[in-house]
Structures are given as C-alpha cells and as structure tokens.
C-alpha cells in the first residue's frame, strides 16, 4: 500500500541518497539544494515571526548540511535578517553556499583561534565580512580549524564566535545531516553548548546533529532543536527515541523525492488517524456476538487481581463482541464488569475464542499460559506470559503471536540490558520479532511493533508520559487482543491499539494524573475523536 493513507513514513539514509541521486540525474545542479534551503529558510521566518533585523547564527560543517544552512542564511539575509555563518571546518566549507551568503550581506566567522582575523568580521560590527573567496582557506595556517574539529581538540574556540552564538535569536544547526557518524565531536559540542545556554531558538538542518539517522541512537552530545526541517523524507531518527527527542517539531519540506522513494522499501511508518480510522473494526448489520469476535484473557492471580480486571476493561473496548476471562480473579471481573464470561479452568476448556491475551499479573501460572500458546487461533503475550514462555513453543506456533515487552522484559528475552534496549530500540524490536518468529510491541516513549518477516516497522506516534502509570500495560494487551480477536492482523492490532491507548491517556489526562482504568475508560472517547 503506498502513501494514500496520510502514513508517515521514514527511510533510511541509504535509500534517500539513492532517490536523491535518481531525482539529481532529472534536475538542474543545484536544484535539491535550493529546494532545500527555500524550505528551511521559510520555516525560519516563520519562528522567528520578523525576519527583518532579527539575529541569525548559522553554525556550518563540512558537508551539504552546512550548504543547506548557508544558502537559507543568503535568503534570510536577503529578507533583512543580520545573518553570520560559524564556520567549524575554513578549509572544507561549500563553496556556493558561502559565496551565496556573503552576496547577500552575510558576515562569517571562523569558529576556531586565528580564523576571526582571517574572516574580517569579528563579532562587533554590522559590516560584510570578506575573507577572500569561498572556502578557499586562504592565508590560513594549514587550516587549523579543520585540524581542531577532525582532531577533537577545542582548546581554542574563538570567543568572537562564542560571542555571536550567545547573542543570537535564532541558530542554525547546519554542522552535520545525514553524513554523519557518532555523536558531535567536541568543537561543535562547545558552540551547540553556548547555543542552548544562549536561549536562542534552535533550528536544526535535516536532523538534529549528533543523532543516528537511521536508528535512532544517541551515542554523545547532540543538538536539542526546538525545531527540525527535514528534506525529502523523515527519516527513522526523527521518528525515535533517544534521537526523536532531539528534533523538536518536524517539519517536511517536499524536494520532489517522493515518486523515487517508491523504489525502496520504507523503513518505518507511522499510522495518522485516518489510517487508524480505515482499520478500527465496525460491526455490520448481520454481526452477532461471535462474528465480531470473542477474545480470551488469561491473566490475575491471587496477588494480582488487579490486572485481569484492567486488561478485561481494555479488552471491552477493543471492538470484539464478547470478553471470556479464565484465571482465578473472575470475581472481581465480575464485580467491575457484569458483561464478561468468566471461567476458572484451563483456556483450552474455556469455550472458543477466536484470540487469546496472556500474561498481565499471571504469576507463576505456567499450566494456563502453555494452553494458550498451544491454541491455534492469533495470541497476545506480555508481562509474566514474557517471562514464563517457552520460547521455542512461540517460535513453533503457526497462527500469529504478538509480543508486547516493554524495555525491561524486551532485554530479558534479548539477553542484553535494559539500557541497550533504550539506546537501540529500532535493533531491538527488529532482532525480536526475527528471533521469536512472532509480531513484537516494543512499549515506551516511542512505541514500535514490527513484524517477524521484516518490511516497515510501525511507530506509535500518540504516545505520552502520562502512560507510564502502573497497569496501562494491562490495558493495552486487553486492547490489542481485542482487535486481534475482531480481525486485525498483529501488526495492525498492535499498531491500531498503540494508537488509541495513547490517545486515550492524552484525552483522559488533559494535563493531570491518570490511572490505568481512567485510560481505558477513556478509549471509547479515542475510538470517536478517530472517527469523527
Ligand atoms: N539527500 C538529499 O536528498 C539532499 C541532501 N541535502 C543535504 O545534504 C546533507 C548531506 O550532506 P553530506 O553528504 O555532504 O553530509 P553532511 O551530513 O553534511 O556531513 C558531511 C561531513 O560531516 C562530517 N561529520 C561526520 N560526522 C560528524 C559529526 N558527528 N560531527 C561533525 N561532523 C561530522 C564528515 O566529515 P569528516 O570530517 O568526517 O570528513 C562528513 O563528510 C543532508 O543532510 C541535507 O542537509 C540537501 O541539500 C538536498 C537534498
Ligand atoms: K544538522
């Protein structure tokens, strides 16, 4: 299916060079570029609100980005803005994007010792700066900047260049895009510092510098933009945490790359409620209970009743004509929900059900959990059912199973720390769903689904902290099982009841404390505000 649904999806960056070379071979030089920076430079305005005498520090590297930057610098002083370009490496900067600025007024400075002479416009005055041609490093002693920034020394940092950052309204981080490896090495780091301590408003080139582009990693300093303008196609940093973090708000300037990304496969996609809205299950006229789908929880124990109860109440609302609980905690479901079937023997006994849901507050009930993952009909499995599964029995089963670990029991099944789990998370669901041969719902600030045959890997893009309340998880598999039980493939249960969950606990918080079951009663509202 391609983009017809207002799906968001990001590819990496081998792919966006790939379609960039494609689209370049069609266009005049230069024309992505110019696209590019027409993009960025109109954001800028727009956050700045008047361009017209505000100040602008563009901070430049060694590649396009810092081109891109320049040549939105030229357009911004053009409109009037004070515009200086901190060149991190003299020697090696674009050569038509400097020239460009300068042309329009724009001064430059060098962002290491002895370049703020060479430059000719230190921090002070309002006049152009000439340093005699674009990027030719002229008179420079063997390009010491370039020297200071591949070397990681920062020893010297030019003051005039701190100086300008710190007095900026708005800075522009053009050091490095989708040519980048690690995290910012420390000239940069010194400068993005003052950046952030200036309280200037931060817009970052394609992506955050410092982050992984294509998995989300954070591995040293990196930009924190209010704002981040992307060309061409989100890319899978943008879209995860840690890195997502770093982007602020995301804009996506069109460059005309779209019709050559269809020639490769998405890495990631992200569903926007019209997506959602052509999924959600809706019962026809001749749907009785059983069509619709009845969906089987086995979950609660003595210890933990609390948490049959909370995934039952997701469960009612994920669209499935009957909820069947079976497990020991069947009189407080009952209590709290009159409409469940309940049922304290084995699942395989329970009567039919077209999914199962294991695991929330199981305990040690490993008896139950191994009917489960016997039946031959779509499962859900979290939390205890994560810890006591067999694994070799999941990746044995034949109808689709849905895991949904959350960063901690994700490196439980992995054999890796939680830690690792977070810093990678795009690996660790992919690695997951190929080890265990079963959909995963990697749960977390940015919720991913991916499934065991590899393709597009799915982002919930309505999560919010105020998820991260004690048996939301329970919720969710009640939830996602539901759907599972309504039809919906595991991907799609997953990804659809990630969406709603997350909708819900924003709609059901509106800025205050929210419980579980405030979360799931609120799903009903999510489930409307879609379809409307
Ligand atoms: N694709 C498209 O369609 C379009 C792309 N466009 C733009 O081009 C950008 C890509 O440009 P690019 O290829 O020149 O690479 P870029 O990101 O500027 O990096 C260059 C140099 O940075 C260095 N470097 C590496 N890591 C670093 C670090 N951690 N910290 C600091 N420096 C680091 C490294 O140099 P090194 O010192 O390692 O030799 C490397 O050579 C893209 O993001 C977009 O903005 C648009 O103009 C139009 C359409
Ligand atoms: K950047």
């Known amino acids: 299916m391609r983009e017809t649904w207002g799906m968001r999806t990001a590819y990496c960056v081998e792919s966006v060079r790939g379609a960039e070379r494609a689209l370049m071979a069609r266009v005049p030089e230069g024309a992505l570029m110019q696209r590019a920076a027409a993009g960025l430079a109109v954001a800028c305005g727009q956050l700045l609100g008047r361009v017209y005498g505000a100040r602008v520090v563009l901070l430049v590297g060694s590649g396009d980005n810092g081109g891109d930057a320049l040549y939105a610098g030229a357009r911004l002083a053009r409109r009037?803005?004070?515009?200086?370009?901190?060149?991190?490496?003299?020697?090696?900067?674009?050569?038509?994007?400097?020239?460009?600025?300068?042309?329009a007024g724009g001064r430059v400075v060098d962002a290491v010792v002895g370049g703020e002479g060479r430059s000719g416009a230190g921090a002070g005055g309002g006049g152009d700066a000439d340093s005699g041609g674009a990027g030719s490093g002229s008179g420079r002693g063997a390009g010491s900047g370039a020297a200071g920034f591949g070397s990681g020394s920062v020893g010297d940092v030019a003051e005039g260049a701190l100086a300008v950052v710190g007095r900026a309204q708005l800075v522009v981080d053009g050091i490095v895009g989708i040519g980048g490896t690690g995290g910012l090495r420390p000239l940069a780091g010194r400068l993005v510092r003052?950046?952030?301590e200036s309280g200037a408003l931060i817009v970052s080139v394609d992506l955050p510098s410092g982050v992984d582009a294509d998995t989300g990693q954070v591995r040293g300093d990196a930009v924190r933009a209010d704002a981040t303008v992307t060309f061409g196609?989100?890319?899978p940093g943008l879209l995860i945490d840690p890195a997502r973090e770093h982007a602020g708000a995301v804009r996506l300037v069109d460059i005309g790359l779209?019709?050559?990304?269809?020639?490769?496969?998405?890495?990631?996609?992200?569903?926007?409620y019209v997506d959602v809205d052509r999924l959600l299950p809706v019962p026809t006229a001749e749907s009785d209970k059983y069509r619709r789908g009845v969906v089987g929880i086995v979950a609660g124990s003595a210890r933990y009743p609390g948490a049959a109860v909370l995934a039952v109440a997701g469960a009612l609302r994920g669209g499935a004509g009957a909820v069947r609980y079976v497990g020991p905690a069947a009189d407080a479901?009952?209590?709290?929900?009159?409409?469940?079937?309940?049922?304290?023997g084995p699942p395989a006994k329970a009567g039919r059900v077209q999914a199962w849901v294991a695991g929330p507050g199981l305990g040690d009930d490993a008896a139950r959990l191994r009917d489960v993952v016997d039946a031959e009909v779509p499962v859900l499995i979290d939390a205890d059912g994560l810890r006591l599964v067999d694994h070799a029995a999941v990746r044995a089963r034949t109808a689709p199973t849905l895991l949904t670990p959350h960063a901690g029991e994700a490196a439980a099944l992995l054999g890796v720390s939680r830690a690792e789990v977070e810093a990678a998370r795009l690996d660790a669901v992919r690695e997951?769903?190929?080890?265990?041969?079963?959909?995963?719902?990697?749960?977390?600030?940015?919720?991913?689904?991916?499934?065991?045959?590899?393709?597009?890997?799915?982002?919930?893009?309505?999560?919010t902290?105020?998820?991260?309340?004690?048996?939301?998880?329970?919720?969710?598999?009640?939830?996602?099982g539901s759907l599972l039980a309504a039809g919906l493939g595991a991907r799609d249960a997953g990804s659809v009841a990630a969406f709603l969950h997350g909708l819900a606990a924003r709609l059901a918080a509106e800025g205050a404390p929210v419980g579980a079951q405030d979360v799931a009663d609120a799903?009903?509202?999510a489930w409307r505000d879609v379809r409307g």
């Open 333 to 344: 479901v009952i209590a709290r929900f009159p409409e469940a079937l309940v049922f304290d």
């Open 432 to 463: 997951l769903a190929a080890r265990y041969g079963a959909t995963v719902l990697l749960k977390g600030s940015t919720t991913l689904i991916a499934a065991p045959g590899g393709g597009a890997v799915r982002v919930n893009p309505t999560g």
């Open 80 to 103: 009037g803005a004070g515009v200086t370009a901190v060149l991190l490496d003299p020697g090696r900067v674009h050569g038509g994007g400097l020239a460009a600025l300068r042309g």
């Open 258 to 272: 779209d019709a050559e990304l269809a020639a490769y496969d998405r890495d990631l996609e992200a569903l926007q």
């Open 523 to 525: 799903v009903p509202l």
């Open 233 to 235: 196609a989100y890319k």
């Open 194 to 196: 003052a950046a952030q």
């Open 465 to 480: 902290s105020w998820l991260a309340t004690a048996g939301s998880g329970d919720v969710l598999s009640g939830l996602a």
